[in-house]
C-alpha cells in the first residue's frame, strides 16, 4: 500500500542553525501539506502546497518558514534559523485531488532544537 | 476562523465496552469531519470521516455521528480491543480551504 515517507525520523539541531525536513507523498497526489505538533498539544497546519506554489498558510508559517518541492517526488520544509519553540514533531501529508478529502499522513521527524 | 475541542483527552475503558469521544466545531462552513489514530511512533491515520450532508457513518466497530445545528460529532467505538489502545483525533474542513483543524486528541487506553 502506497505511504507517505519522511527523513529523518529525528533531528538535533542548534538554536540558529537551518533545518530541512524531507517528505516523499504518495505518488501522483497533487496536493501536500506540512502539520505540526508540540509534545502535548494539537496538531497544527503550517502550509498547503499545490501546483508548485503554496495554497494557504498559517501565521506560523513565518519568513523562517519555506517549502519547495524541488523534483518530482519530494518535498521538503525548510526552517531557516531555528528556535527552541520550533521543537516539535512535524507531519507531512499528501491528498489524491481536489475532489478528494481524505489527507495522507507520515510518521513524522521529531525536530529536537537546543 | 474554525476552532474544534475535543473531549475527553484521556479515556480508559474496559475490554468489551464501548468508548465515545466528542468533538464541537465552531466555523459552519466546515463540512469533512475526519477521525485519526494515532499508535506510538506512527502519523496520524484515517480511520472513518463523515460529510456534512450524512448524519451518520459506521464501519464495522466504529461509528461516527453528526449534528450540524449544534455543531457537534463524535466518534463511537464498540467491542473495544486492547489494540484500539491509541491517541484519537477529530478534525474539521472546509473543502474550499483543504486544511485540517485537529482537536486536542484522546488517550484512550483499553483495560483487559
Known amino acids: 500500500e502506497p505511504e507517505v515517507t519522511q527523513t529523518p525520523s529525528h533531528q538535533v539541531t542548534q538554536m540558529g542553525q537551518e533545518v530541512i525536513l524531507r517528505c516523499v507523498p504518495i505518488?501522483?497526489?497533487?496536493?501536500f501539506y506540512w502539520y505540526r505538533q508540540i509534545l502535548g498539544q494539537k496538531v497544527e497546519f503550517l502550509v498547503s502546497f499545490y501546483n508548485n506554489e503554496i495554497s494557504e498558510k498559517s501565521e506560523i508559517f513565518d519568513d523562517q518558514f519555506s517549502v519547495e518541492r524541488p523534483d518530482g517526488s519530494n518535498f521538503t520544509l525548510k526552517i531557516r534559523s531555528t528556535k527552541l519553540e520550533d521543537s516539535a514533531m512535524y507531519f507531512c501529508?499528501?491528498?489524491?485531488?481536489?475532489?478528494?478529502?481524505?489527507?495522507?499522513f507520515g510518521p513524522g521527524t521529531r525536530l529536537t532544537v537546543l | 476562523g474554525e476552532n474544534v475541542e475535543q473531549h475527553p483527552s484521556t479515556l480508559s475503558v474496559q475490554e468489551g465496552d464501548s468508548a465515545v469521544i466528542k468533538c464541537t466545531y465552531s466555523?459552519?462552513?466546515?463540512?469533512?469531519f475526519p477521525w485519526y489514530k494515532q499508535e506510538l511512533g506512527k502519523g496520524p491515520q484515517l480511520i472513518i470521516d463523515?460529510?456534512?450532508?450524512?448524519g451518520e457513518k459506521k464501519d464495522q466497530r466504529i461509528a461516527v455521528t453528526l449534528n450540524k445545528t449544534a455543531k457537534h460529532f463524535s466518534l463511537h467505538i464498540t467491542e473495544t480491543q486492547p489494540e484500539d489502545s491509541a491517541v484519537y483525533f477529530c478534525?474539521?474542513?472546509?473543502?474550499?480551504?483543504?486544511?485540517?483543524?485537529f482537536g486536542q486528541g484522546t488517550r484512550l487506553t483499553i483495560n483487559p
Open positions: 463523515i460529510r456534512s450532508n450524512v
Open positions: 478534525a474539521a474542513s472546509d473543502q474550499g480551504a483543504q486544511k485540517l483543524v
Open positions: 466555523d459552519s462552513a466546515s463540512n469533512y
Open positions: 505518488s501522483n497526489h497533487l496536493y
Open positions: 501529508a499528501s491528498k489524491a485531488g481536489p475532489s478528494y478529502n481524505e489527507q495522507f
